[in-house]
Nanobody
Framework: QVQLVESGGGLVQAGGSLRLSCAAS????????MGWFRQAPGKERELIAA????????YYAGSVKGRFTISRDNAKNTLYLQMNFLKPEDTAVYYC?????????????????WGQGTQVTVSS
C-alpha cells in the first residue's frame, strides 16, 4: 500500500504560479511511476504529467507542456508539479497517483494508488 497526500493547491491569478507536492508513505516510493491527473467540473479525469521512478522519462499533456514541470525526490518520498503561467482553464482538482508500471502510462486504470486531491483555482 502507498498513501499519497497532495498539498499546495489554492487560488491564483492568471499568469501566476503554484507548486503542488505529493507526499508518499507506505511502500517504497521510488519503485513507482507517478502521475499528476486533474479533473475539472463536468470533465473526465485526465493525465497531465507523469514521471518514471528514475526520473529519466517524463510525459506532459499538450495543454500543459512548456508551462508545467513534474519532478520527484525519491529520498524525500515526494512528487512535485511546478505550474507556471497558469490559465483559468487549469482550474481543477489535481490528483497524484502511483503506478506499478516501469514506463509512463496514461490510463487512470494503470494507476493503483491515488491521493485525495487538491483544488487549484485560477482567476481571470
Amino acid at each position: 500500500q502507498v498513501q499519497l497526500v497532495e498539498s499546495g493547491g489554492g487560488l491564483v491569478q492568471a499568469g501566476g504560479s503554484l507548486r503542488l507536492s505529493c507526499a508518499a508513505s507506505g511502500r517504497t516510493f521510488s519503485g513507482y511511476t507517478m502521475g499528476w491527473f486533474r479533473q475539472a467540473p463536468g470533465k473526465e479525469r485526465e493525465l497531465i504529467a507523469a514521471i518514471t521512478w528514475t526520473g529519466r522519462s517524463t510525459y506532459y499533456a499538450g495543454s500543459v507542456k512548456g508551462r508545467f514541470t513534474i519532478s520527484r525526490d525519491n529520498a524525500k518520498n515526494t512528487l512535485y508539479l511546478q505550474m507556471n503561467f497558469l490559465k483559468p482553464e487549469d482550474t481543477a482538482v489535481y490528483y497524484c497517483a502511483a503506478s506499478h508500471s516501469i514506463v509512463v502510462v496514461s490510463s487512470s486504470d494503470e494507476y493503483d494508488y491515488w491521493g485525495q486531491g487538491t483544488q487549484v483555482t485560477v482567476s481571470s
